[in-house]
Nanobody, 127 residues
């Protein structure tokens, strides 16, 4: 069974950077889609970024576009989220996720389309 383990969260000052990592174990396929989401207490899980495991098909939420970058390292079975120019509103628990199948590789960004989830890592941005 697929397992996702996240790390890299922490406290950072506004304008700073953090790199999140998600190590994927278990069998995966090139057509799987990887995503990053974030969620604050009492709020719905929010889409952040996604890509296909084989590469490409990247898509970002407007709120993070130009600041965050999703990428993967096949040799290390790792998906990363590099976050630059962080803002206080980026404060959330961040989750990595994997979708076995999506309605479209171009529009796979709904949380209900993802099958496997990490435990989350806290990101706190101070003003």
């Amino acid at each position: 069974q697929v397992q996702l383990v996240e790390s890299g969260g922490g406290l950072v000052q506004a304008g700073g950077s953090l790199g999140l990592s998600c190590v994927v174990s278990g069998r995966t396929f090139s057509y799987y889609n990887m995503g990053w989401f974030r969620q604050a207490p009492g709020k719905e899980r929010e889409f952040v970024a996604r890509m296909r495991w084989s590469g490409g098909y990247t898509y970002y939420a407007d709120s993070v576009k130009g600041r965050f970058t999703i990428s993967r390292d096949n040799a290390k079975n790792t998906v990363t989220l590099q976050m630059n120019s962080l803002k206080p509103e980026d404060t959330d628990v961040y989750y990595c996720a994997e979708a076995k199948s999506c309605s479209s590789d171009y529009q796979c960004y709904g949380a209900n389309e993802f099958d496997y989830w990490g435990q989350g890592t806290q990101v706190t941005v101070s003003s």
